[in-house]
């Protein structure tokens, strides 16, 4: 079975600066699609970044890029020139037939 | 961008009754949509798939026949949950999956806003 793994429950990140978080997955599977969401108060769940497992460039969205590691299973987000509003729960999710999330990062922002 | 609404955002109703939860795909049609429940501080916890004109997939644990699910219609999928019991009461969230084709090809996953139910 397909499982994603976030193993920090909480980061902070000064305003400006530039915060990591991480995801693991497990997966048999060569094709799929991973993504990071984020999730604020409202718990409305808002796409951040996706990346085709086929592609070996690394997908960015502005100040979002992802650190795609096939082989390792690994895909870690990268937030630069943090802002007060990327302060949320940012959800790590892998998808082939179905989206699998991992558990969840808070992620603080401090001015 | 493509945009899926949920009806209602929040619901009370009453231990043993039942209530439904609509999530609907307002400009793409959906073929398969997905129902999860997320508790406080917990991440989304599928529940079952959706699928147009066939049965729902369910996860493993989860009660069909406390939890239907109706995917009567290319953008409509309905949650009921029946007799009601306040351990029900939860976030629950639907999304729709949107296949693209072309450029930039593959599938994206769109969220509703998420209904909030409690059980008194």
């Known amino acids: 079975a397909q499982t994603v793994t976030q193993s920090q429950p909480e980061m902070s990140v000064q305003e400006a600066e530039t915060v990591t978080l991480s995801c693991t997955y497990d997966t048999s599977e060569s094709d799929y699609y991973l993504f990071w969401y984020k999730q604020p108060p409202s718990r409305q769940m808002i796409l951040v970044i996706r990346?085709?497992?086929?592609?070996?460039q690394n997908a960015t969205e502005n100040r979002f890029s992802v650190n795609f590691q096939k082989a390792a299973k690994s895909f870690s987000l990268k937030i630069s020139d943090s802002q007060l509003g990327d302060a949320a729960m940012y959800f790590c999710a892998y998808n082939t037939d179905k989206l699998i999330f991992g558990t969840g990062t808070r992620l603080q922002v401090f001015p | 961008g493509a945009v899926v609404s949920q009806h209602p955002s929040w619901v009370i109703c009453k231990s043993g009754t039942s209530v439904k939860i609509e999530c609907r795909s307002l400009?793409?049609?959906?073929?398969?949509m997905f129902w999860y429940r997320q508790f406080p501080k917990q991440s989304l916890m599928l529940m079952a798939t959706?699928?147009?004109?066939?049965?729902?997939?369910?996860e493993q644990g989860v009660e069909k026949d406390k939890f239907l699910i109706n995917h009567a219609s290319l953008t409509l999928s309905t949650l009921t949950v029946t007799s009601a019991h306040p351990e029900d009461s939860s976030f629950y969230i639907c999304?729709?999956?949107?296949?693209?084709?072309?450029?930039?090809?593959?599938?994206?996953?769109?969220f509703g806003e998420g209904s909030w139910l409690t059980v008194v």
């Open positions: 959706s699928n147009e004109g066939s049965k729902a997939t369910y």
């Open positions: 990346q085709e497992a086929y592609k070996q």
């Open positions: 400009d793409f049609q959906a073929t398969t």
């Open positions: 999304s729709a999956d949107r296949t693209q084709t072309g450029a930039g090809s593959g599938n994206t996953i769109y």
